[in-house]
């Protein structure tokens, strides 16, 4: 029998990862596509291709009917018309950046100081593009020609951009696409968008938003206490609070659920700095080793570059967790265990297991270890009315895989 699925897309810094989901959670097929050039200022004009490659290698993996397709991404990427590119953790010259630092000194807009430093570093693609967009939503546009901003809950207008925000900053709003909800659907595939990706008709493109969002719900983080763990190029533990939590290095945005909120402390370089290691390490043998390899190599290379990185970044993490913890325990807060993990980081056992060592604490794996397409997959079948709530869809949907418990081997 051939099996619904929706068609789970996040936009990652250095690669498009994809699979089939079905309305159970059960993953059909997996697929993810490495960007050639992903610093490059056209980076979102690789995003289709890898899309295409993708769904070519998930279709070929299982029968299969795609009924809907739901994209996120990471942000602020901002994106003109013709996918000239700043990505969120591109740097900006002091030079730019003291152009408008003083304007914008006050805003908690995570946007517009991004936005701003794109008009100023690309001023013909600026003017030439009718809208301005963030990752995901160009990656929307491509497929369905609708423009829009995916605002993950109404309270998070000063996270985006307000129109008073936008006057102060001498920003067009015409430039930046209406708001959308999340599960929104934006439109259905373009005719040739269809034929490109080789589905049987139009499917429903659904509003994902920002990565850590899909992460949220695809760990189903929705109630108080949960917390999981993004690690990818970047990395950042969360946790669900019933109210923000007062200390300087947690950042407090709102939860997808009205009320609750999302406390995080963020690591904005953690798997990069291995990946820099491992570049390198390929560079010296003249030849591709495997994530798998490189950090199998470290854990039993104590003297090795590589297990002093991976020690930093379990030091890191550990700060991370200890801060939010200590919040939590100041508010009252009991911290569910396990720490849910995802990303790009977890598909190693080695890795997981030296990881809740050090921690020692339990951490889960889902049953798709990229948890943010397990959020589109909760996105998508709340989008075609399977279910009534986003909170509804994580529960039916999101499952474990594996749970590392600490004191074992890696």
């Not at 939503?137 to 309270?155: D, F, M, Q, V």
Request: with cysteine; glycine share 6%; charged share 15%.
């Amino acid at each position: 029998m051939t099996q619904k699925y929706a068609l789970c897309v996040d936009i990652g810094t250095t690669s498009l990862k994809a699979a089939l989901i079905d309305a159970e959670g059960n993953v059909g097929a997996f697929s993810q596509q490495f960007f050639s050039n992903p610093d490059s200022k056209m980076a979102a004009c690789c995003w289709l291709p890898a899309l295409r490659n993708a769904t070519r290698e998930l279709t070929a993996q299982t029968e299969h009917t795609i009924c809907a397709i739901c994209i996120s991404g990471n942000g602020p990427t901002i994106v003109s018309d013709d996918g000239t590119t700043l990505l969120w953790n591109a740097p900006i010259s002091d030079a730019v950046n003291n152009s408008y630092k003083n304007l914008l000194k006050d805003m908690r807009s995570l946007f517009i100081p991004r936005i701003t430093a794109f008009r100023t570093l690309f001023p013909s693609q600026w003017n030439k593009s009718r809208f301005i967009y963030s990752g995901p939503e160009y990656l929307i546009y491509t497929l369905t020609k609708a423009s829009l901003t995916i605002l993950p809950e109404i309270r998070y207008l000063d996270t985006y951009w307000s129109n008073k925000e936008l006057e102060i900053a001498a920003l067009e709003k015409e430039k930046l696409p209406p708001y959308a909800t999340i599960a929104h659907t934006a439109g259905f595939t373009t005719p040739d968008i269809t034929a490109q990706l080789g589905l049987a008709q139009q499917v429903p493109v659904f509003c994902g938003g920002p990565d850590f969002i899909a992460a949220m719900i695809g760990t189903n983080s929705l109630s108080v206490g949960t917390i999981y763990d993004r690690a990818g190029s970047s990395e950042g533990v969360n946790l669900c609070a019933p109210f923000p939590l007062q200390k300087s290095t947690i950042r407090n945005l709102p939860s997808v659920v009205a009320g609750l909120w999302n406390a995080a402390v963020l690591q904005s370089e953690s798997g990069r700095m291995f990946m820099n290691y491992k570049k390198i390490a390929e560079a010296v043998a003249k030849r591709t080793i495997s994530y798998k390899e490189i950090v199998t190599y470290s854990i039993a290379n104590k003297s090795s570059d590589g297990f002093a990185i991976l020690e930093a970044i379990l030091h890191n993490l550990k700060v991370s967790i200890d801060t939010l913890a200590s919040a939590a325990h100041e508010s009252n807060i009991d911290i569910q265990m396990p720490i849910v993990i995802t990303g790009g980081q977890v598909k190693n056992d080695e890795w997981l297991q030296m990881r809740c060592n050090y921690i020692g604490l339990p951490f889960a794996v889902c049953t798709c270890a990229d948890a943010e397409l397990l959020g589109n997959a909760a996105v998508s079948f709340y989008g075609l009315g399977v279910y009534s709530s986003l909170k509804d869809a994580a529960t039916k949907i999101v499952k474990y895989k594996k749970i590392y418990e600490p004191g074992k081997n890696p």
